[in-house]
């Protein structure tokens, strides 16, 4: 099980709480009740009392999200991320940051904790650029068994490149894909609780600030990017990655199907590929 090294990662780095929204096999005693026996890791199961509260979250009214409801696969994974951080901002205390699966590597003193509390207070949010391995180009061996130890390799962030460098290899890189990166590059971010703070998607949060004399809600977030940290992303490092991520979707394999369920076209290309190939 990959979450038992991410969460004493975390531990080392400095991380003091952490919500598991745990469902599925994930929510089987066998798993959960080895969660539960950590200091510091609270598991929220999926209830009637949690659905409930959900669906009544303020959420529900964003309309940047509206294209993502009552849509299957990617689509729902989404929208579950976004409910589960609108509760995580209210069981935090100081930060919150979320991070599926996905390290953070530091490059001085090695302390998330030290590394926020230099943060300057005016500042709502820090962002972590992404780094990637995986399948992005970085593969190693094809008999991955533990990605956190034993990946090494990571193409990094155009954030943390010069810019000749970047746009100088900038095509052998990519390799003929659409995007430097294939699946995202606008890393994640850890912000600071406060009265109004929102998530915003899976990687961002703002700090919405109500104007009482417009009727109306603006955001007001101030951000800094980390020059000397990232989150590492291992993206697809094992073969059995791309099957399980297949395997959990009841889509068929034609195309509208695989448009309906996939958001990237990186994930719709494989899923393609693997079913018509078995």
């Not at 990959?2 to 005693?29: C, D, H, M």
Request: with cysteine; net charge positive.
């Amino acid at each position: 099980m990959q979450t038992i090294p991410w969460i004493f990662y975390r531990k080392v780095i400095g991380v003091s709480n952490f919500f598991l929204f745990v469902e599925g096999k994930l929510a089987s005693p066998a798993v959960s009740n080895v969660f539960e026996s950590i200091p510091g890791v609270k598991v929220i199961y999926k209830t009637r009392e949690l659905e409930e509260q959900q669906a009544n979250i303020r959420i529900w009214n964003e309309t940047w999200l509206s294209r993502f409801f009552y849509k299957p696969c990617n689509y729902e994974v989404f929208v579950k991320q976004s409910l589960n951080m609108e509760m995580a901002i209210v069981m935090a205390r100081v930060w919150v940051l979320h991070l599926h699966l996905q390290h953070v590597t530091l490059s001085r003193e090695y302390s998330l904790r030290q590394l926020l509390s230099d943060v300057p207070s005016n500042v709502d949010m820090v962002v972590f650029p992404n780094y990637a391995s995986g399948s992005e180009s970085c593969i190693e061996r094809d008999d991955m068994k533990e990605p956190f130890s034993e990946v090494s390799m990571f193409k990094k962030n155009y954030d943390h490149l010069p810019k000749d460098v970047y746009f100088g290899n900038y095509r052998e890189a990519a390799r003929n894909n659409p995007h430097y990166f294939l699946t995202y590059g606008n890393g994640k971010a850890a912000a600071r609780v406060q009265d109004h703070l929102r998530p915003n998607g899976a990687h961002r949060t703002q700090c919405m600030v109500i104007l009482y004399h417009t009727n109306c809600i603006s955001s007001a977030s101030i951000e800094n990017k980390m020059d000397d940290a990232a989150v590492l992303r291992y993206t697809y490092t094992k073969f059995s990655d791309l099957t399980s991520r297949r395997d959990r979707c009841g889509c068929r394999p034609t195309k509208e199907d695989v448009r309906r369920c996939f958001m990237l076209e990186f994930d719709r290309a494989q899923c393609s590929i693997y079913v018509t190939s078995f």
